[in-house]
Nanobody, 127 residues
Framework: QVQLVESGGGLVQAGESLRLSCAAS????????MAWFRQAPGKEHEFVSA????????YYADSVKGRFTISRDNAKNAVYLQMNSLKPEDTAVYYC????????????????????WGQGTQVTVSS
């Protein structure tokens, strides 16, 4: 497992963009699937996006497909989430997560498959 720290959240208006970053400390980052989840007020955790170990395969929730882009830089032990065309319904605390199982080939979409989590970063989108 790794330790994760998110950053880049903030308050923006609808239609604007934000770029979230997740810094990882650990020796197995490059062998670990990474993902982003979010939790809106009064709601459960929601899968947002995941990326394979090499970055060649990405997965997105239907609600963000075409607007968000996940990427990773294994040399920097970092994963990113570029969020464009933000909507008020994107308002949530965003969490970076690392797969509990190293060397997984196909990323999972459920929170129980991820063993390390960051503290979260708040994203607020006003209308």
């Amino acid at each position: 497992q790794v330790q994760l720290v998110e950053s880049g959240g903030g308050l923006v208006q609808a239609g604007e963009s934000l770029r979230l970053s997740c810094a990882a400390s650990g020796r197995t980052f490059s062998a670990t699937v990474m993902a982003w989840f979010r939790q809106a007020p009064g709601k459960e955790h929601e899968f947002v996006s995941a990326i394979s170990t090499s970055g060649d395969r990405t997965y997105y929730a239907d609600s963000v497909k075409g607007r968000f882009t996940i990427s990773r830089d294994n040399a920097k032990n970092a994963v990113y989430l570029q969020m464009n065309s933000l909507k008020p319904e994107d308002t949530a605390v965003y969490y970076c997560a690392a797969d509990a199982l190293a060397f997984r080939l196909i990323p999972r979409r459920t929170s129980r498959d991820y063993g390390a989590w960051g503290q979260g970063t708040q994203v607020t989108v006003s209308s």
